[in-house]
């Protein structure tokens, strides 16, 4: 994870930001990358708007760093996000930027399906 996204989890209350603030995984989920400044200025620009104002950049919070990375290897990176595309909406959501950028966005349950991942765990009998 890009440390930008590690940082606005860690800011949270509850279980995942106290969690991710171990160390142990920090070093597992941590992308060892820095956000390239002219790619996040080019999100900004042509994903939102040229002219945010203070309010509008604190709402879109560091939504652009994470799809910045993306940018940084488009043809093997994909953007996960629990945002649903609302493309006639003022204020684009994350799946909308990307689609307007070529970047992949997708939520976790696709993730996880296309990953092919599964758990040993299986579902108890209920009598």
Avoid at 59 to 86: H, M, W
């Amino acid at each position: 994870m890009p440390v930008e996204m590690i940082e606005e989890i860690r800011e949270g209350t509850d279980d995942l930001s106290e969690w991710i603030s171990d160390r142990d995984h920090l070093a597992t989920l941590s992308l060892a990358e820095e956000a390239e400044v002219a790619l996040v200025q080019r999100v900004i620009n042509e994903g939102y708007a040229r002219d945010l104002t203070d309010q509008e950049i604190e709402v879109i919070g560091r939504d652009p760093f994470l799809i910045s990375y993306a940018l940084q290897a488009p043809a093997g990176r994909c953007v996960v996000t629990n945002e649903v595309s609302k493309p006639r909406r003022l204020r684009r959501h994350v799946p909308d930027v990307c689609n307007l950028l070529g970047i992949v966005s997708m939520d976790s349950f696709r993730l996880i399906k296309d990953l092919n991942f599964s758990t040993s765990w299986r579902a108890t009998s209920r009598p």
